[in-house]
C-alpha cells in the first residue's frame, strides 16, 4: 500500500504523522493532520469582495486505514510487515 498525499506550503514541523488503533474497533490507522497558509496576504476590506481563492487553507485531518501489522520505519516512513 503506497499513500501519497500532496500538501502544498505545509512545513515538515507544522505536519503530524501518527499509527494508532482505534479503539472501537481496533482496526489501525495513520492520521495526517497540520494547518496550511494562505501564500498570499490577507486582501483589504474593500478588495475582499472582488477576490476568489481556489484553495482553502485552515487545520486538516484525514484519517488512512491500514494493514494490522502496520509499524513506524522513521518519522515519515509507516511500513507493513505481514
Aim: with cysteine; proline share 11%; hydrophobic share 35%.
Amino acid at each position: 500500500m503506497v499513500a501519497m498525499l500532496e500538501l502544498p506550503g505545509v512545513k515538515h514541523n507544522e505536519l503530524s504523522v501518527t499509527l494508532a488503533t482505534e479503539p472501537y474497533t481496533h482496526a489501525r490507522q495513520i492520521t495526517v493532520s497540520g494547518r496550511t497558509h494562505p501564500p498570499f496576504a490577507e486582501p483589504v476590506p474593500e478588495e475582499r469582495e472582488r477576490t476568489k481563492r481556489e484553495r482553502k487553507f485552515g487545520d486538516f485531518l484525514r484519517r488512512i486505514h491500514v494493514p494490522p501489522h502496520t509499524q513506524v520505519c522513521s518519522q515519515f516512513w509507516i511500513c507493513f510487515s505481514p
